[in-house]
């Protein structure tokens, strides 16, 4: 097919005449011509005959691809052109006009008026044919999905018009409506429309409001206060419309419906409402109460109360006296409501009980309290609870037993119920659940008369109250019957017979069956526990009682006394336990005031805590439980822990030593040793004697170590270990393993221990001290100073000093000979016979030792066979014992060999010593590492802390320093210096090496030379204290006498200062940094203050003139030296004052003297145990 139309133009054809050449823009031309002369002959400027069949022409599904164009143009053109008429016969786009079929017209017909305003329909004069043509311009066709659409936009975005249509429109809509949809199409539709007239010239939605058909053939008077509507019975006429509504929820109008309106209409409470609506409500379900179908939910119907307040039936009451009066129940309690009066108006008296009978029936209404809430079976309700608290028991007993089924009764209600007390037997009101039926057969079973008249319900007829085991009455003996007969004989005045008591025990423990029971005889006081005197005994919980106690607790009666063939009761069944730690720990916080108790109660708590140790023992500290005495009281006094007067011996030569000074724990040695390790829990380790003791050596002459009379005492140490107690073996060998003895020329020990500020001396040891200390490791170590006189190869060793290994050791007082010929002898075989004449025998030496061999050499012991690493505090699991290193034969030797133990790895500089020939090693960071004052100083490295006499230890614990009172601790060696020496001393010549050791011990005492020091010297010595410290009060005036901490202060009539030997001379806590911003001009200073240890070295001559520094000196400015590294909290100087007595006295500082020494500022040089030091700088 070509076009519809017929087409002259003067195309150029193709050679063969038989085609357009496609490819001539002249043909090309041609064709836009022909589609504008198509568009300017249609539409308006058709012919009338053409008018409304041009549309026929249309080019439709042309073939010729030459042609093919046309189509498309002429289509696309006319479709932008108002070339269709309209119904309204003007012109419009074809888009814009739609064809409505007949069936959506009002009157059926195709030029029949349409059913929405909003349409635009083409003119019906285009016909049938030309419809498919319309449609290739773009002209719609109304479908049953547009018009459902159009319909849904009028009813809901313009409602009223809606309602305002005519009445054909609206038969119309509904026919077309139910003819040509299905019904779930139209509910979609109107679901939500007000579509649907009603009498009262209203619109409404099925959905939102109930709307019945009216019915002539029924007489219903509908109750006022209903939303129940009926349709315009004009509307309901039309079939199609009554269809519609159908469709729409609209249904018939009976009884049901109306009841169904009411039980809606109370559901949802909406609209107003009056009493006298529900009330209608009520009257209008109980006139249709035969046609009201019994499965209509009458529990969602509102009742109005006496209060005019809205409640539901279930919670209302009828007084009805043919049933119960209620008022003799519920007098005074508000909270019972009754229905409103209104509710029994016009009824007449014979339908009065049809009417209670129905409401009671049908809403729950009530005429009886209410037991349980409906829906809720395990809770008793509020009404019933007042009844229970305000009526007599007898009262609310008849009623639950007149009234009331129990067979719907839960465990909770039961239980509540049985709860409520009862008059019992003995008038006492008691719980109903823990009572008894008063038969024969039960009170046959009362061990004692009236015994159980408290268990006993007071009720008549007992048979009739059988039901009442449901709520816990019992008619039969159990666990509880004979508790309860326990109970009362509590409350009894008098003793109970112990025969009987015993059987009611017995019976007990043969009805216990559950751990509850159990439980609950744990948690009263059951247990009767008589008294010592005439007066009656006491009842006790269980978790009071103990089953077995020592004697020493008073307060505890143990059963196993009382109740001896008991035991599978109280102990088995029960857990009585025995007396643990707790209970010594309770008695204890008692106070008792008996010494011996007291003791014995600690032996006791010891003991325990052996087993089981309680770290939370510290609170017994502060308590008044420590018997303590003086050997100048006859009785002791108790106190508390925290009282700082006493002390606990815990050394038996420490116990003389302050016997007479201080407060003694009032415990035997052998007691205390045993109890260390509960002291230490009770927080009291630094109440022991060996820990607070302090000493203070005072030497005359320079104590120097005596590697002779170390090598025999090494030598008799195992044989010194198997005279001595078993106890003190392991801490000997402590001591022992770590022995160094000093010769000095005279030496005094005073022992004191500090009770606040106070230091409080014991007895002075002088002649051979021994000073018992702890080392770096945590062990202990011995330092025995000898004097020379005694060192004397004839008197050596002294009476003194086996008198002190026997004290120390607690050795036998009769074996201290034995240990003088130990000491004497070194032959092995008289060794052996001195000990076997003294009963010590090979095998009974238990010392632990990982190589027994070194130390007994090539005797044979059996293995240890006692345990004592709890008997001292510094006994060690583990003892290593080995032989002692080879010893040098001269002071001089010691003395260079203990320097260069000294040396560490990694030396930074070696100081050089002038004409000794030997080197001191040190790092240049080998100084003490010093916390903050107040805190424990500690030793970085402990070989640098060692001394040239045994490194002797002395912890100052209270000692003012600077401005105010601080507390400094810190480890240092005993030092003695010297303030002036004579220039023309010449130095002491060593003696070559002895081989015997009576020789070699004859040539050390005869090397012990000291120079003397002089009146002179201690002018001096004062005179250069006294400048230095008028010197810094000058840089600092809050310093005070305090930081003078020489005994040389008391000669300038200060305050004494004790531990001389343990400070230098002054000891500066630099807080403002006066004295430091002197001494290290322009250097950076540390954040927090500078301890400056300041030893004042004074001469009459001048600067350069030599003075002394003794050894512990030396090795104090070693390990404080610091070299070039930032400046410490520590700084040891050294203030040369000279030019004494000059009247211009001057000072030069050595800040880090060992320093000065690596540099050769300043030289030292050995003198008979100190170095004569000299200044070379100007």
Not at 92 to 102: D, G, K, T, V, W
Not at 868 to 873: A, D, E, L, M, T
Not at 982 to 994: D, E, G, R, V
């Amino acid at each position: 097919m070509l076009t519809q139309f017929m087409i002259q133009a003067d195309f150029l054809l193709v050679a063969s005449r038989e085609g357009i050449d496609q490819s001539k823009e002249w043909n090309k031309c041609i064709l836009r011509g022909i589609v504008e002369a198509f568009v300017t002959a249609v539409g308006p400027s058709v012919k009338p005959s053409l008018k409304y069949l041009w549309p026929l022409f249309l080019p439709q599904d042309v073939n010729d691809s030459f042609l093919k164009p046309l189509e498309t143009e002429i289509l696309q053109t006319l479709r932008k052109e108002k070339v269709l008429l309209s119904d309204k016969d003007g012109y419009e786009n074809p888009s814009s006009l739609q064809i409505i079929p007949a069936k959506y017209r009002l009157d059926n017909t195709d030029d029949g008026q349409v059913m929405f305003d909003d349409y635009k329909p083409v003119s019906s004069g285009y016909p049938t044919s030309t419809h498919s043509k319309l449609k290739l311009l773009g002209v719609q066709t109304e479908t049953r999905e547009k018009f459902l659409e159009k319909l849904k936009n009028v009813v809901t975005k313009n409602g009223s018009v809606f309602g305002e249509k005519p009445e054909e429109w609206h038969k119309r809509l509904a026919y077309i409506l139910t003819t040509e949809f299905a019904q779930h199409e139209i509910a979609r539709v109107l679901r939500y429309a007000k579509a649907v007239p009603l009498t009262n010239k209203e619109w409404a939605s099925p959905d939102h409001k109930t709307i019945f058909f009216e019915r002539s053939d029924v007489a219903v008077a509908i109750p006022e206060g209903l939303d129940i509507f009926t349709v315009d019975p004009v509307a309901a006429k039309d079939q199609a419309r009554r269809t519609l509504f159908q469709y729409l929820g609209v249904k018939e109008c009976n009884v049901q419906q109306i009841c169904e309106a009411i039980l809606s209409k109370h559901e949802s409470l909406e609209g107003t409402r009056t009493i006298d609506h529900f009330v209608q409500h009520v009257k209008f379900l109980f006139s249709s109460r035969r046609t009201l179908d019994r499965n209509v939910n009458s529990s969602r119907i509102w009742f109005v109360d006496s209060q005019r307040k809205l409640v539901r039936g279930s919670e209302l009451y009828l007084d009805d006296p043919n049933i119960l009066s209620l008022k003799d129940y519920f007098q005074d309690y508000q909270e019972v409501r009754y229905p409103h009066d209104l509710y029994f108006d016009s009824i007449e008296d014979t339908q009065k009980k049809d009417w209670f009978d129905w409401l009671r029936e049908r809403f729950d209404i009530q005429s009886v309290p209410r037991l349980v809430k409906k829906g809720y079976p395990h809770s008793i309700t509020p009404e019933f609870k007042h009844i229970m608290n305000t009526c007599p028991p007898q009262k609310v007993l008849d009623l639950l037993k007149d009234k009331y089924s129990f067979e719907d009764l839960y465990g909770s209600v039961c239980k509540e119920i049985g709860n409520l007390l009862v008059i019992c037997k003995d008038g006492n009101k008691r719980p109903l659940n823990s009572t008894y039926l008063p038969i024969q057969k039960l009170m046959r079973k009362v061990p004692f008369r009236k015994a159980l008249d408290s268990s006993f319900i007071d009720v008549s007829k007992p048979a009739e109250w059988c039901s009442f085991t449901k709520f816990g009455l019992k008619m039969e003996d159990d666990f509880n019957f004979y508790l309860n007969c326990l109970r009362s004989l509590t409350t009894r005045q008098s003793a109970p017979p112990h025969e009987q008591l015993s059987q009611i025990y017995q019976e007990i423990k043969s009805q216990i069956s559950d751990q509850k029971e159990k439980e609950k005889f744990l948690e009263e006081a059951l247990i009767y526990l008589p008294s010592s005197t005439k007066e009656a005994g006491t009842w006790f919980k269980s978790n009071q009682c103990l089953w077995q106690a020592p004697t020493c607790l008073r307060r505890a009666q143990p059963l196993n006394k009382i109740y001896k063939n008991l035991k599978g009761f109280f102990k088995d069944t029960l857990r009585i336990r025995n007396a643990n730690l707790q209970d010594i720990i309770q008695e204890l916080k008692t106070h008792p005031t008996n010494p011996t108790q007291i003791q014995e109660l600690f032996a006791e708590l010891n003991e325990h805590f052996k087993k089981e140790p309680d770290e939370n023992l510290q609170s017994l500290k502060n308590l008044p439980i420590f018997p303590i005495r003086s050997i100048t009281r006859s009785e002791s006094k108790i106190v508390s822990g925290t009282d700082s007067k006493w002390f606990i011996g815990d050394r038996n030569f420490l116990r003389t030593v302050f016997e007479k000074s201080v407060y003694l724990l009032d415990f035997p040695l052998e007691t205390i040793l045993e109890m260390l390790n509960l002291f230490k829990a009770l927080d009291l380790e630094q109440k022991f004697l060996s820990i607070a003791m302090k000493t203070s050596m005072k030497f005359v002459g320079v104590p120097t170590k005596c590697e002779i009379c170390k090598e025999i005492i090494e030598g008799a140490t195992p044989n010194i270990l198997r005279i001595m107690p078993a106890d003190q073996r392991e801490l000997a060998f402590q001591q022992l393993s770590n022995v160094n003895v000093f010769a000095v020329k005279d030496v005094v020990l005073e022992r004191y221990v500090m009770i606040g500020k106070m230091p409080i001396k014991g007895t002075p040891s002088s002649g051979v001290v021994f000073d018992v200390k702890k080392t770096g490791k945590g062990e202990e170590e011995l330092n025995i100073y000898i004097p020379l006189e005694d060192l004397q190869p004839d008197r050596f060793p002294p009476y003194q000093l086996c008198e002190e290994f026997q004290k120390l050791f607690r050795i036998n007082a009769k074996h201290r000979l034995v240990i003088d010929m130990l000491l004497r002898t070194k032959d092995p075989l008289r060794i052996e016979q001195i000990l076997d004449q003294n009963g010590f025998i090979q095998t009974l030496v238990p010392v632990k030792s990982k190589s027994p061999d070194d130390l007994l050499q090539d005797t044979e012991f059996e293995e240890p066979s006692f345990q004592s690493n709890q008997k001292h505090q510094n006994a060690t699991d583990d003892l290593s014992v080995s032989s002692p290193p080879p010893r040098p034969s001269s002071t001089k030797k010691a003395l260079d060999e203990s320097r260069n133990g000294d040396q560490v790895k990694n030396q930074s500089f070696q100081p050089k010593v002038s004409s000794s020939g030997k080197s001191h090693g040190v790092e240049s960071n080998g100084r003490l590492d010093v916390g903050h004052i107040g805190e424990n100083f500690t030793v970085s490295d402990p070989k640098r802390a060692a001394n040239s006499h045994g490194s002797t230890a002395a912890s100052i614990e209270t000692e003012c320093v600077g401005e105010g009172v601080r507390q400094v601790r810190m480890t240092m060696e005993n030092s003695v210096h010297r303030n002036d020496v004579n220039s023309s001393s010449t130095k002491k010549k060593s003696s070559p090496q002895n081989t015997s050791a009576a020789a070699r011990l004859s040539d050390f005492v005869a090397e012990q030379k000291d120079p003397e020091q002089t009146e002179e010297d201690t002018k001096t010595g004062i005179q250069g204290e006294t400048y230095m410290f008028e010197f810094l009060k000058s840089v600092d005036k809050s310093f005070n006498y305090l930081i003078w901490t020489s005994n040389l202060r008391e000669k300038a009539g200060f305050a004494p200062f004790m531990n001389d030997a343990e400070f230098a001379d002054f000891t500066v806590v630099d807080k403002k940094k006066q004295l430091a911003r002197r001494l290290f001009k322009g250097k950076e200073l540390p954040s927090e203050p500078i301890t400056f240890h300041i030893e004042v070295k004074a001469t009459t001559g001048p600067l350069k003139s030599p003075f002394f520094m003794s050894y512990p000196q030396s090795l104090k400015a070693r390990n404080y030296t610091f070299g070039d590294n930032l400046i410490p909290l520590n700084v040891y100087v050294i203030a040369r004052v000279f030019n004494v007595f000059s009247g211009t006295p001057k000072c030069h500082f050595i800040v880090d003297p060992w320093k000065e020494i690596y540099h050769g500022a300043l030289t030292l040089q050995p003198f008979s145990g100190p170095f004569v030091a000299t200044v070379k700088l100007e």
